[in-house]
């Protein structure tokens, strides 16, 4: 039989016969079968993964940019989750702003209630640690430290520009006398009570906790020793605080705190007026007076001690705890009279009696008149 009729016969019978040399590999043959599935397979794969890194990137990478190691979130009482997603897009500058809001949608935060406080967000917290810290993270409290206040005014714009408390609000507080009772206060002696040194409070304090807060620390500070030694000097925690005040008024240099102090204190002994040019700055309202003429010496006020015997009735400016110290420390002497020396050093001319003074007080009128100073 030929080759060609074995063929003919095959084909007849629905068969082919396939050269000895592709026997074995009839489908490689007859049909190639291509990779395409297996690459996309791979291309799917590559592509899972690539977004499973990129999510855990974008969920682990710190949020946003900001420009401090710690940044401060403030949430006041009754804010919207807008506002505090405004304060967060411009204080940490959110890498991400869009996936930080569906994130926090997920989360809760963006539909429940916020809590209000002051919360710190550091640099490396990614999006899920800055929502958690808002949601469940303490409240940082402020540590506030006064500086050289002189009046009410003055002391209810600092803690009004530093707390969540309104200032009208903080004003009443410290206007009303029954609650002021409370705590030994008077409108005027409130400024005794607050001393220069570091008060801890919760941003979101009320009037009545700033005052509370105030008091606590002036407890601690009378506490003992210092209240032992102003009794010793005849002297209530008020006059101390107050004459500290004039002292620190009167010299820049602190060297001479203690004999400053010891002069007023011979003066109030003997009942003569304690004559301070500080005292009738703070009288006149004018702080920046550089030279006290005899229309400002009349002005009628309690904290004008050149017509008013004895301390004016509160602080004329809020002194250092270490001047108060300086006053408790009273160098023991019998000067009655200080004069600024003619040489502008800040430091100052003592004398025990009147003659010498008006010597000292007419080296000094002379080098004003030079300098020109009115």
């Known amino acids: 039989m030929s080759k060609n009729s074995v063929a003919h016969y095959q084909r007849i019978n629905g068969r082919r016969l396939l050269p000895s040399k592709y026997r074995g590999h009839r489908s490689s043959y007859g049909r190639r079968r291509r990779p395409w599935g297996r690459y996309l397979l791979l291309l799917v794969l590559l592509f899972v993964l690539l977004g499973l890194g990129a999510g855990g990137y974008l969920y682990t990478a710190p949020a946003g940019r900001p420009e401090a190691d710690t940044t401060y979130i403030l949430v006041a009482p009754g804010a919207k989750y807008p506002e505090l997603r405004q304060q967060l897009q411009s204080k940490l500058w959110l890498r991400y702003p869009r996936l930080f809001g569906w994130l926090a949608d997920y989360r809760g935060l963006s539909s429940e209630p916020l809590r209000p406080g002051r919360y710190a967000i550091t640099r490396d917290m990614n999006m899920a640690g800055v929502i958690d810290e808002l949601q469940h993270g303490a409240d940082v409290p402020l540590v506030l430290q006064p500086g050289a206040l002189r009046t009410n005014a003055e002391i209810l714009d600092f803690f009004a520009t530093q707390l969540w408390v309104k200032r009208d609000s903080l004003e009443a507080a410290f206007s009303d006398p029954a609650l002021l009772s409370r705590y030994g206060m008077t409108r005027e002696t409130l400024r005794a009570q607050l001393m220069r040194q570091p008060l801890t409070l919760r941003w979101t304090a009320t009037g009545r906790e700033l005052l509370d807060s105030i008091h606590s620390g002036y407890q601690r500070f009378w506490r003992g020793?210092?209240?032992?030694?102003?009794?010793?000097?005849?002297?209530?925690?008020?006059?101390?605080?107050?004459?500290?005040?004039?002292?620190?008024?009167?010299?820049?240099?602190?060297?001479?705190?203690?004999?400053?102090?010891?002069?007023?204190?011979?003066?109030?002994?003997?009942?003569?007026?304690?004559?301070?040019?500080?005292?009738?700055?703070?009288?006149?309202?004018?702080?920046?007076?550089?030279?006290?003429?005899?229309?400002?010496?009349?002005?009628?006020?309690?904290?004008?001690?050149y017509r008013v015997v004895g301390l004016p009735p509160a602080p004329i400016v809020l002194p250092h705890t270490a001047t108060i110290d300086s006053v408790l420390a009273a160098e023991a002497h019998d000067y009655l009279y200080m004069c600024a020396r003619e040489d502008f050093s800040g430091y100052h001319r003592f004398a025990a009696r009147f003659s010498e003074h008006l010597v000292n007080a007419k080296l000094y009128q002379q080098e004003l008149n030079k300098r020109g100073i009115n």
């Open 225 to 305: 020793a210092r209240s032992e030694a102003a009794q010793r000097l005849g002297l209530t925690p008020l006059q101390v605080t107050t004459l500290a005040s004039i002292v620190e008024s009167e010299s820049a240099k602190r060297d001479e705190y203690s004999r400053i102090a010891g002069l007023y204190l011979n003066r109030l002994r003997q009942g003569i007026k304690l004559q301070s040019d500080p005292t009738v700055k703070y009288a006149t309202g004018n702080f920046a007076l550089k030279r006290i003429k005899g229309e400002h010496l009349a002005t009628e006020s309690p904290y004008n001690t």
